[in-house]
């Protein structure tokens, strides 16, 4: 089959299935300044929704026991996953030993004045920084980003620029959401928030992974990132 054939039936391919939140959308090709986020979660959701690795499709993870709701539209950033570069930068950062990655599309935070009913939706958003979290000894770093032309958020470039209490309920939900009443080990931590251009390094590290863990989808990979 010609170059042009195949990319016809891309084409057609790409019209009549729906695409993988993970493999089949783009990350967007202005990232890591600005990438695509698939959302899987929104604040008024009782239930802890994700991508389904292998169909694509929104799956029930569990549903949220106790009193704990996401502060913020939760999802993934496509075609990035926390390897082996994301954990050196974490134990780095975090001057730890003995870190991997958990093997997950890189999580990311978007804030948003809008309301938006519910999830399975794509964004685009502008990366701020991020939180340097370790669950279960695995880097699990959450991108915060804003979306692009927010009315409230969006002129943030900096972590810098959110109100400390936002910041604040941010990491009392991670550091708590798995914790049933009366829990006294912990094993979800928060090394430290970093800003905009450590996130942008995580967001490139994590892409990176990701063309070492899929080199047979490199043709789908943007133009200028890595």
């Not at 913020?72 to 496509?78: A, D, K, N, S």
Request: aromatic share 8%; glycine share 10%.
């Amino acid at each position: 089959m010609s170059g042009k054939d195949g990319a016809a039936e891309q084409r057609l391919m790409n019209l009549v299935f729906r695409a993988h939140p993970w493999h089949g959308v783009s990350i967007g090709d202005e990232a890591p300044e600005v990438v695509t986020a698939y959302i899987e979660i929104v604040p008024t959701d009782t239930v802890k929704y994700e991508v389904d690795k292998v169909s694509g499709f929104l799956k029930v993870d569990r549903p949220q026991r106790f009193s704990n709701f996401c502060p913020v539209y939760y999802g993934l950033v496509p075609q990035t996953f926390c390897g082996e570069r994301v954990a050196a930068m974490f134990a780095a950062r975090a001057n730890r030993r003995g870190v991997v990655g958990d093997g997950d599309p890189l999580d990311i935070c978007v804030l948003t004045e809008k309301t938006m009913a519910h999830s399975d939706i794509l964004l685009t958003a502008l990366p701020i920084g991020g939180l340097s979290m370790l669950d279960g000894g695995e880097a699990d770093d959450k991108i915060i980003a804003v979306m692009k032309d927010d009315a409230v958020y969006g002129g943030f470039t900096d972590i810098a620029n959110c109100p400390p209490t936002l910041i604040d309920r941010l990491q009392h939900y991670f550091l708590t959401y798995k914790h049933a009443p009366g829990t006294t080990q912990h094993k979800v931590e928060i090394t430290s928030v970093y800003g905009r251009g450590e996130a942008l390094k995580v967001i490139r590290a994590s892409h990176a992974d990701y063309r070492v863990k899929f080199p047979e989808l490199e043709s789908r990979w943007p133009k200028g990132l890595g």
